[in-house]
C-alpha cells in the first residue's frame, strides 16, 4: 500500500511510525492546496492528462 502524509506536522514521530508498518509512505512537512494533486500523483505514479471529473 502507497500512504502520502500531507501534512505531517500535524502528527507527531509516534503516530508517523504507525503509517510505515502498513505500507510505503510518504512524508511531507506541510501541503498546500496547489501542491496536493501533483504530489499524491508523484506518490502513487499516477499519469493523469486531464482534470479529475466528479463521478
Known sequence: MKIVI???LTYDDTALKAFY???EVS???TTSSEE???RVRLTLRWKISSPI???
Do not use: H, R
Request: net charge negative; proline share 0%.
Open 6 to 8: 500531507l501534512d505531517a
Open 36 to 38: 496536493t494533486l501533483e
Open 53 to 55: 471529473q466528479n463521478c
Open 21 to 23: 508498518e502498513l505500507g
Open 27 to 29: 512524508v511531507y512537512a
